[in-house]
């Protein structure tokens, strides 16, 4: 296969509304400072690729339609793609796809996201739940994890605190971040003290409904040759998928355990050895993790092997996994959990590990950061998304 | 139906919004194995259906999940069991019921995977009481509605007295 790289991040400063733009116009900006990061035009990209979760989120049927132009897609390849939380970066697996085959040099991963436009996300995603069988009960993405969280607590014998541990570290490194839409730090006595929306999830373990537009683009080996191109490369990739019955993750004979993600660990494994990774904590510089609610990043730091299983609290209150701290930093960015537009979530974890090992993020740079990883989790903890990436292409040692 | 008009922002300025509703209506074929289950619980019974290694599927599905082959056997399952997760929720959402309210995913005794209901009967007004009352490991039963509506709010779990 052939090599692939990235060589643009954009994204814009994300808020809860924006009434500058219309969607298109917000796509459109997400594509501008991706195509203007890498230093090239519309007309250098071959193929485009179009992240966008449910389309009643944006109140468009086919929201690729309407966007198509604002992409500067016409005339060329395009596809959307939907994979839940893991859209943003399942779109980017489809572009490295197209360029690791050798069909393309040039393909550009670009969308936006505006959810607080519904009104009611949480009504929207209650929709993904069976007709038969589940609709009755009023399940939604916040109760999903809820009952994830409860049974993480039950079998590590962890507690909220620990959850709050996630937030202020996430909050305190979106601080740093001037395109996170969450950016005030806050203390472990101020999350205990949220409310409560479904325990033991509380308003400070969970993220805001984001707006703004992200993108990047992704080159071949020979392109980025042939123009003195130093991209971030993509060294591994990695996806799993895992039941659609949250009922078959409990019990005796189940798979695996909702209180886990070993669906997202197995995920990990295959993107790890295509990279040669065999040491995670020691040869991983930074992660960059899909986690919308703070107990979510305590079994994705355990999924990517930084932290043994019920052991990433005990890492947490040792001052591990954050900026300054000894280790891999744990969403250095801030995370899902700072900043969370639907859509485009995942190409935002790609692009800020892709930055990350290029020395090139600003104040949350981590020191002489390597190697990064990144992922996303999309459904119900359904669809699992990873990626290694490498300023070079020299052995991971 | 849509209902549609145009506003000028608040602060006068020249963005204007247009506001829609969806409302779409839906009439879902169920199917016949989940048809069955939901007439069992018209007759006070929980239906799984039996894997081709053993496992009973609850509710009733046609084809496993791990295997991709189809079940067989249909199960009854016993209408107690223990609460394997749970969350009570106090956050209103739109379109949603209004809280509080408890759900808990249920292992019902010979059954292999857990069912999902409301948890009902219980006060959910003091958070602590409440969680403790449906934590993991909690005994309840299934409690059926008296006048079945073919669906599945026509059960729900509710907590065993404590002896």
């Known amino acids: 296969m052939i090599n692939v790289g990235i060589i643009g991040f954009g994204q814009s400063r994300f808020q809860t509304k924006r009434t500058d733009v219309t969607f298109p116009e917000l796509v459109k900006e997400g594509a501008d400072l991706a195509l203007a990061d890498a230093g ?5 990209v071959d193929a485009v690729v179009y992240p966008l979760a449910p389309d009643a989120l944006i109140g468009v049927g086919n929201g690729e339609r309407w966007v198509i132009d ?13 994979n839940g939380g893991a859209t943003g970066m399942s779109a980017v697996l489809t572009a490295w796809t197209h360029v690791a085959s050798g069909l393309f040099d040039v393909v550009l991963v670009a969308g936006a996201d505006r959810v607080s436009e519904s009104g009611s996300a949480q009504s929207v995603l209650n929709k993904m739940w ?15 994890l809820a009952l994830s ?26 601080s740093l971040n001037p395109y996170a839409h969450l950016r005030t730090p806050i203390t472990v006595e101020e999350v205990l003290a949220s409310r409560t929306l479904a325990w033991p999830i509380k308003l400070g373990d969970a993220c805001p409904a984001s707006t703004g537009a992200a993108g990047v683009v992704l080159v071949s080996e020979r392109y980025a040759q042939r123009n003195n191109l130093k991209p971030a490369w993509i060294r591994g990739i990695g996806q799993n998928s895992e039941t ?15 209180a886990d993600a070993d669906a997202l660990a197995h995920a990990f494994d295959i993107a790890y050895k295509q990279a040669g990774i065999t040491d995670p904590v020691n040869q991983i510089d930074v992660a960059e993790i899909y986690a919308p609610f703070s107990s979510v990043e305590l079994h994705v730091i355990e999924a990517a092997h930084l932290a043994k299983k019920g052991k990433s609290p005990e890492g947490l209150r040792n001052g591990k996994f954050t900026l300054g701290g000894s280790g891999p930093v744990v969403n250095p960015s801030g995370g899902t959990q700072c900043t969370n537009p639907i859509a485009v979530t995942g190409t935002i974890r790609v692009g800020e590990a892709a930055n990350q090992v290029l020395g090139r993020t600003g104040a949350h740079q981590v020191p002489n950061a390597r190697v990064a990883i990144a992922s996303a989790i999309g459904g119900d903890h359904q669809f699992y998304s990873t990626m290694v990436l490498c300023s070079d292409l020299e052995e991971i040692s | 139906m849509t209902t549609n008009k145009n506003a000028s922002a608040k602060d006068g300025s020249s963005e204007r919004f247009y506001e829609q509703t969806w409302d779409l209506q839906y009439k879902h074929a169920l199917g016949r194995t989940v048809s069955r289950f939901l007439d069992g619980l018209a007759e006070g019974k929980i239906w799984g259906r039996r894997t081709t290694d053993g496992r009973v599927l609850v509710p009733a599905r046609s084809y496993d999940d791990l295997t991709h082959e189809e079940t067989g ?20 959402f739109n379109g949603l019921p209004k809280p509080p309210y408890a759900l808990a995913y249920v292992m019902l005794e010979g059954a292999d995977t857990a069912l999902v209901g409301y948890v009902k009967g219980l006060d959910l007004s003091v958070q602590s009481v409440a969680i403790e009352a449906v934590k993991i490991g909690s005994r309840v039963h299934v409690c059926f509605a008296k006048t079945p509506t073919g669906t599945a709010a026509d059960y729900w779990f509710e907590l065993d007295a404590t002896s």
């Open chain 1, 40 to 44: 090239i035009t519309i007309k250098d």
């Open chain 1, 244 to 258: 659609y019955w949250m009922g078959a993750r409990v019990g005796a004979k189940s798979q695996g355990d909702h």
């Open chain 1, 130 to 144: 069976d007709v038969g069988y589940e609709r009755t009960i009023p399940l939604n993405t916040i109760t999903m």
């Open chain 2, 73 to 92: 056997e249909w199960v009854e399952v016993a209408n107690n069991g223990v609460i394997e997760m749970s969350t009570v929720v106090y956050e209103a």
């Open chain 1, 70 to 82: 604002a992409l500067g897609a016409t005339g060329k390849p395009f596809m959307r793609v939907n």
């Open chain 1, 149 to 174: 969280a409860q049974r993480y607590m039950h079998l590590y014998d962890s507690d909220e605190t620990d959850m709050a541990l996630v937030t202020v570290k996430n909050r305190k490194h979106a």
